[in-house]
């Protein structure tokens, strides 16, 4: 896009999983790759915002040297670099896929097999990072959030919106084929808090990061 329209906004923007640690050498993740997170904050960057991109673990490399890359592992890492930038941000898009959960305590050493028992890892609740940013959210601030449904996937994601004190919310669907975690393409909904509802068609991750972006410029 030959745009300039984002020219002079702070975008923030999250991607890719977080690593929860269990010990030194193991973690609980998820599948996320970041794609569409990097390809958001490459967007915005294309369109002349000043974007920092806080990103869990992922092996993408950021074409664009004008992004500012955060790199954290844990979710409540993620929440400390999003508390820092979003004060000063014009708008934050929440693309991560958060752990909900992490292990109580970190093993300080490598967890050995037992003989006979089974170890039992005890996890707490992480922080919910958008709905954080939501409760800080000053007028004039934006903030977009995603979703991904397998079921009453409307519902769920415009409630989500309303909890989470969401401009606006991105749903990719789990039915689509070609949509969500590790694909180059996604097809997505955008519900707006007005109640405006556009659906898309499946494409690249950067030309939904385009209508997305669009979309955030017409609120
Ligand atoms: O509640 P759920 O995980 O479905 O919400 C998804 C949205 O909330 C996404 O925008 C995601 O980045 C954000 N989220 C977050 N912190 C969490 C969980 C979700 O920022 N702990």
Redesign the pocket.
């Known amino acids: 896009s030959s745009k300039a329209d984002m020219k002079g906004k702070k975008v923030l923007v999250?991607a890719g999983p977080t690593h929860e640690k269990i010990d030194p050498v193991r973690f609980i993740g998820n599948y996320s790759s970041g794609k569409m997170g990097y390809a958001l904050a490459e967007e915005c960057a294309s369109r002349g915002a000043e974007v920092t991109l806080v990103s869990g673990p992922v092996s993408l490399s950021l074409h664009n040297p004008a992004v500012k890359l955060v790199r954290v592992e844990s979710?409540r890492e993620m929440l400390a670099a999003c508390e820092d930038v979003f004060p000063s941000s014009d708008v934050a898009v929440?693309?991560?896929?958060?752990?909900?959960y992490a292990p109580r305590n970190v093993a300080d050493h490598k967890i050995k097999r037992e003989h006979s028992d089974v170890p039992v890892i005890e996890l707490v609740k992480?922080?919910?990072?958008?709905?954080t940013l939501g409760k800080m959210k000053r007028s004039g601030q934006l903030l977009v959030?995603?979703?991904?449904e397998t079921d009453n996937e409307a519902d769920n994601a415009c409630e989500?919106l309303q909890r989470?004190n969401l401009d606006m919310?991105v749903l990719n669907s789990m039915r689509d084929k070609g949509a969500g975690f590790g694909t180059d393409t996604n097809k997505v909904t955008i519900f707006k808090a007005d109640g405006a509802r556009e659906e898309f068609g499946l494409k690249p991750k950067r030309e939904v990061a385009a209508d997305i972006v669009d979309a955030i410029m017409s609120i």
């Open positions: 999250t979710a929440m693309c991560a896929a958060v752990a909900d992480n922080p919910d990072i958008a709905a959030g995603f979703a991904l989500k989470k919310i």
